[in-house]
């Protein structure tokens, strides 16, 4: 239920930024609370549970191998590429009249296989996590064995006695519903009527339930969390306070690390990284940054990503709030053509951790977002959904404001692309189609 306005009066005299926020209109904020690497205050996790999230993947990289043929020729790895986009550093420079200190890459989670969003990393591995700790209480299988056993039809009768299900929008949802039913679990995807067909139609076929609801997509979430957790052997993925999701995410961190180094791109005091994410709860952006703030430290500089109508997490920390308020509180909407943003409450475990380690967040509007999709398509022939632009502006937001490391040279900019590659190609078209007509009238 929105605030009083009284209320609302109260948090504009602390929160100033408010107001822009409120009227929708594309802002920034840099964190306050950003504490230099020896001085932030303690985690929940630490770069340890990293390293062991880590092992879970190589342990399960010759089952995904052999279920999986799209994850073949990576060896059971999901991995994405880092793509230097240097045409569109070009034309942004050029369109928005504001040059770009140091590199922009692109990093390409639109092309992750299988599940086609950055979710592959947080769903695949919370549903890994799960299947191998009740495969190991059972004694089906210990650490040290060849996890290639995970295909064979006794373990997938075993986990048929199981149920997940998960509340989603769209992606974290395909996520989910394809490795839980790959494994043979019992699933259940419990989404807003109006989510997109083509994801229901993809989950069904891979053997998932799918319950619709109408009105807010909370009711689904409510709903789904009752249903699931009345089976005694019922197991909720909870996006919004998950800890196995969040560490799911970290370990791109390694991943892009190795990739910094393969390419020759160096990371330290002169040199920094900058890393630009779309956010949702925040789960996706949180789980990455702990992870590179690990590698990193004080040398990485993450900024989120939100929709003007859908500043949870924005909100959330602004306030000191966290998951407390909804962006629905403050009159705002959740109205937003981009899939996995849409949220209107943070999660309230990824955004403790954020708190302490985001350099800022800033928002934009869903046109540009279209604009910046049919850019990348006519100059660099990449393909990605509206939400997966949302980094690329990065680097001139946050050349506007005082951030004091965005002044040199030889920064290393990346865009953090989040979804795409399962698009059906007439929804891709019309994206295209709706960016360019947004770039002919719109005149940037
Ligand atoms: C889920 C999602 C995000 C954001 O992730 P959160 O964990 O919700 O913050 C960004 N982009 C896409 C395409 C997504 O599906």
Redesign the pocket.
């Known amino acids: 239920m929105a605030f009083t306005e009284k209320e609302i009066d109260n948090y504009k005299q602390s929160f100033p930024l408010l107001e822009e926020i409120m009227d929708l209109e594309p802002t920034v904020w840099l964190n306050p609370d950003l504490k230099e690497a020896q001085v932030t205050p303690e985690l929940p996790l630490t770069k340890e549970d990293m390293i062991e999230a880590e092992k879970l993947w190589i342990r399960f990289a010759p089952f995904l191998k052999k279920a999986l043929p799209k994850l073949n020729h990576t060896n059971g790895i999901i991995e994405s590429p880092l793509k230097n986009i240097s045409k569109m550093k070009e034309v942004l420079e050029a369109n928005y009249h504001s040059k770009i200190n140091g590199n922009l890459y692109l990093k390409c ?2 092309e992750l296989p299988v599940a086609g ?3 592959a990393r ?1 769903g695949f591995y919370e549903v890994l996590h799960y299947a191998e700790s009740l495969a190991i209480d059972a004694g089906l299988i210990n650490r040290e064995e060849n996890y290639e056993a995970f295909q064979i039809e006794s373990f997938k009768e075993f986990f048929q006695q199981y149920s997940i299900g998960v509340g989603s929008t ?3 949802g395909l996520s989910i519903g394809i490795m839980s039913a790959k494994l043979g679990f019992n699933v259940s995807v419990y989404m807003s009527r109006d989510a997109k067909q083509w994801k229901k139609d993809l989950l069904r076929e891979k053997g998932a339930k799918v319950f619709e609801f109408d009105g807010d997509f909370s009711v689904a979430i409510d709903t789904g969390r009752k249903q699931t957790l009345a089976d005694p052997k019922g197991y909720f993925v909870d ?1 919004e306070s998950s800890k196995h ?1 969040f560490l799911g ?1 970290s370990t791109a961190a390694f991943e892009l690390e190795e990739q910094l180094k393969k390419q020759d791109i160096k990371v330290d005091k002169d040199n920094p990284l900058f890393v630009y ?11 990455i940054t702990f992870g590179l703030k690990q590698l990193f430290g004080d040398n990485v500089h993450c900024f ?1 990503v939100e929709p003007t109508h859908s500043p949870s ?1 924005l909100i959330g920390l602004l306030t000191g709030k966290m998951n407390k308020v909804s962006v629905q509180d403050f009159g705002i909407d959740n109205l937003t053509a ?4 849409a ?1 209107g409450r943070p ?1 309230s475990f ?1 955004t403790s951790i954020s708190k302490h380690l985001i350099s800022g967040i800033y928002t934009m509007e869903d046109d540009e977002l279209y604009k910046l999709l049919a850019l990348l398509y006519d100059y660099e022939d990449i393909n990605v ?1 509206p ?2 632009t ?1 980094g690329i502006i990065g680097p001139q937001r946050i050349s506007k404001t005082n951030y004091t490391a965005q002044a040199l040279e030889n920064a290393t900019h990346i865009a953090w692309s ?3 590659a399962l698009v059906p190609e007439v929804d891709m078209k019309q994206f295209y189609e709706k960016g360019k007509q947004i770039l002919e009238t719109k005149n940037i």
Do not use: H, M, Q, R
Not at 277 to 287: A, D, I, K
Not at 338 to 341: P, Q, R, S
């Open positions: 989670d639109n969003s950055i979710k947080g769209g992606n974290l996006d999701l995410y994410l779309p956010c949702g709860v925040g789960g996706s952006p949180g789980g989120f997490v981009a899939d996995g943003l949220v999660s990824a959904e939400s997966a949302a989040t979804g795409g």
